[in-house]
């Protein structure tokens, strides 16, 4: 049946004109952003061909003709790495790309066919895509706005867990012999503020993620500069206003301006000048790493994920609605690296990764955003098998760890919530890292690439 004249002349309209999303990626470091986007890519761009993608319609039509890059519009963003990263994973031995440290960007331009054809709708259609990559690390900052420096000192003392006191035992030492009301000393807060950075950076080895301030571990282009140089002030004891009135060239009054400066000049732009931008949101959580990885950082994984988050809290009364306006209108989290585990044990991946969010997913859904979770492996490194074990069929990965050994395992069962002390008493889960497949197609192979593009852009490719 033929469509009224007027719906025909809005399609064409939409459809003449370029149409542009700017889909934005992140995760904190090691969360797979830079294989996510390598991948995406990748699938794009071979979509028309060799690309499986038979869980986005617009591919599985053979509407969806491929994807060509263009270049970007913002200048002062660094280009997103493509190609050095096709060339690592095409390497022999084929290797990850190098991780990504700070944001960058990359345009392609999708030709597709329209689903529906009119009498005026032209019969090959564009999008820009405009995509970001950017660390999960700098939202952590989110949370530091709503702190002047007093408050965020106390904030910061909050939960040291053991582990976590020793990796900053050094800094702690000497910072606790500091008095707020010395002068102070230029060298000596540059030293303190570097065995701060490298205490967090150590406890980011260790697999700890709730760290703060974001930019000290992921610094991007302001390595080096005065701005990071500053730390909290553990156990302070004097009151507030005490501190308040010490003079400008006190410790304490140091300290805080570099605090005030961090937010005004670090954080705000970052959310005003990109992250207000954003049309969707993917946020990648590795979660199996942090099952492997025992329960002291999976605790804290799911604290980190709790403040991360609050960067898509849409509240009316939340801080980001308050100062930035922002209007991601539909979000994915997914969890990386599904290739890990077995295809038995992937619904109870997803099933964790929700019970792990389970408050900012209900914020979210309750503000109506809408938002998905799923479980994914952007560039797979395994192939799942059938073993006979004990006379029973049991399913195994196969693969070759980082070390160029070939192996047959079975990681473990994923429990399907938060898991309980036993879990962990029982060591229910280890597996080994892997290294990529050798690349034998054009197009990466992957598990649920697809899903998670159909969510993030199916629906303007309709
Ligand atoms: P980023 O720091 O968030 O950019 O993380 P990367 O994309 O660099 O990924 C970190 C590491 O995770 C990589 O070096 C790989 O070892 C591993 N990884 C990432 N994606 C996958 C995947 O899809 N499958 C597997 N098996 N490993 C992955």
């Not at 986007?37 to 038979?54: I, K, M, P, Y």
């Not at 994973?89 to 030709?111: A, C, F, N, V, Y």
């Not at 991601?328 to 290739?339: M, P, S, Y």
Request: charged share 25%; aromatic share 8%.
């Amino acid at each position: 049946m033929r469509q009224p004249l007027s719906r025909e002349l809005s399609n064409l309209f939409e459809r003449g004109r370029d149409r542009q999303l700017r889909l934005a990626v992140t995760g904190l470091s090691q969360a797979g952003k830079t294989a996510f986007l390598t991948s995406l890519v990748n699938q794009l761009r071979h979509a028309g061909v060799e690309a499986q993608l038979d869980l986005l319609p617009a591919a599985r039509e053979g509407r969806l003709l491929g994807a060509q890059r263009l270049n970007q519009p913002d200048l002062g963003v660094p280009r997103f790495p493509y190609d050095p990263g096709m060339a690592a994973l095409r390497d022999t031995p084929p290797r990850w790309p190098e991780p990504t440290r700070g944001i960058s960007e990359l345009r392609l331009q999708l030709r597709y066919r329209p689903a529906r054809q009119g009498w005026f709708t032209t019969d090959i259609a564009h999008l820009t895509l405009d995509l970001f990559d950017y660390p999960g690390e700098w939202l952590l900052d989110l949370p530091l706005l709503q702190h002047d420096f007093y408050s965020w000192c106390q904030a910061q003392s909050l939960h040291e867990g053991p582990h976590r006191k020793i990796l900053f035992s050094e800094w702690l030492s000497e910072v606790e012999q500091l008095d707020p009301a010395a002068e102070a000393d230029e060298a000596k807060l540059a030293a303190l503020a570097d065995a701060y950075a490298q205490g967090l950076r150590r406890a980011k080895k260790a697999g700890f993620s709730d760290l703060q301030p974001g930019r000290f571990l992921l610094p991007g282009e302001l390595e080096g500069a005065p701005v990071l140089q500053f730390f909290p002030l553990p156990e302070l004891s004097a009151p507030k206003e005490v501190l308040e009135a010490l003079p400008n060239t006190s410790i304490y009054a140091t300290l805080a301006a570099r605090f005030r400066y961090y937010q005004q000049q670090v954080v705000r732009p970052f959310y005003r000048d990109h992250f207000r931008r954003f049309d969707r949101q993917i946020v990648l959580v590795d979660v199996l790493g942090a099952l492997n990885a025992g329960p002291e950082r999976f605790e804290d994984l799911s604290r980190a994920l709790r403040q991360l988050m609050q960067s898509f809290d849409y509240g009316k009364r939340s801080l980001l609605t308050r100062i930035f306006a922002p209007k991601i209108d539909r979000l994915a989290i997914a969890a990386t690296k599904a290739d890990h585990v077995t295809p038995d044990q992937h619904g109870n991946v997803v099933q964790l990764l929700e019970a792990l969010l389970a408050e900012p997913l209900k914020d979210l859904r309750f503000a109506d955003i809408p938002v998905k979770a799923l479980s994914l492996a952007a560039i797979r490194a395994t192939d799942a098998r059938e073993v006979l074990h004990e006379g029973k069929r049991t399913p195994a990965l196969k693969g070759t760890t980082l070390e160029g050994e070939d192996v047959l395992v079975y990681p473990g069962d994923v429990p399907n919530r938060l898991p309980k002390p036993d879990f962990w008493q029982q060591q229910g889960f280890d597996f080994p890292s892997f290294r990529p497949m050798s690349v034998d197609s054009e197009a990466l192979s992957h598990i649920r690439m697809d899903a998670a593009i159909d969510w993030l852009i199916g629906d303007k490719l309709i």
